[in-house]
């Protein structure tokens, strides 16, 4: 298997600019993650999907962030309008049933707003 | 995916020594509890668990220790290789299926 894979692996995009970053969950796995990893904040979860449904959006910061996961092997998570505070690593993992199954992660996308 | 270095404790071991990596916990009612290991440039990477009703599990020259009582979490590695240089993670579950990550240790192996 390819594992998580992340779509694109480094993003530049100026202030207001719309961004999307892409993933590809493990094949067979149910559950799909969405992470962000800054200096000041670490490793946090901003939405986790089972079964292609929303269980738990609570980390997303506000509104300018929106996740879908049209089905079970795609998702995406948007950025719009994008600010420079939204630069970080965005990681995508997914796990066979839930969270506390072992999550895969994707090599992450380096998102840089200017 | 490097992620935090500035603010991370720091760790460094010779090589071939033994290391521990120390996290404590604030959840009482955590019941299953993680260890992930990050690569510079890499996501994090699942090492071992381990649940509330066991106190210590093995895999290969891993060991992970949770002491309950005073919520504390240890790994070990044994004989630690320059490819053990990484920043390594807790988690934990603390119930509503939600697992909260540690800020991180970095972990330094000197040849």
């Known amino acids: 298997d390819a594992g998580v894979i992340q779509s694109p692996r480094h993003e530049v995009t100026e202030m207001g600019q719309e961004v999307t970053l892409r993933c590809k969950p493990i094949s067979g796995h149910n559950s799909l993650f969405w992470y962000r990893q800054t200096m000041m904040r670490g490793l946090e979860l901003l939405i986790y999907?089972?079964?292609?449904?929303?269980?738990?959006d609570s980390g997303m910061p506000e509104d300018r962030f929106s996740a879908k996961m049209p089905n079970a092997s795609f998702s995406t998570l948007k950025i719009q309008p994008s600010e420079p505070r939204d630069s970080a690593v965005y990681f995508c993992a997914s796990s066979l049933v839930g969270p506390t199954d072992t999550q895969y992660f994707g090599p992450g996308t380096r998102l840089t707003v200017l | 995916g490097e992620s935090v270095g500035l603010h991370l404790p720091t760790l460094s071991v010779q090589e071939g020594d033994n290391s521990i990596i120390n996290c404590a916990y604030s959840?009482?009612?955590?019941?299953?509890f993680i260890w992930y290991k990050q690569e510079s440039g890499k996501g994090p990477q699942f090492i071992i668990d381990?649940?509330?009703?066991?106190d210590k599990r093995q895999g290969q020259r891993v060991t992970v220790l949770l002491n309950k009582t005073v919520k504390h979490l240890s790994l070990q590695i044994a004989a630690t290789q320059p490819g053990d240089s990484a920043v390594y993670f807790c988690a934990e579950d603390g119930g509503y299926q939600k697992v909260t990550f540690g800020t991180g240790t970095k972990l330094q192996v000197i040849p």
């Open positions: 381990i649940r509330s009703n066991m």
């Open positions: 999907f089972n079964n292609n449904v929303p269980i738990d």
């Open positions: 959840n009482s009612a955590s019941d299953y």
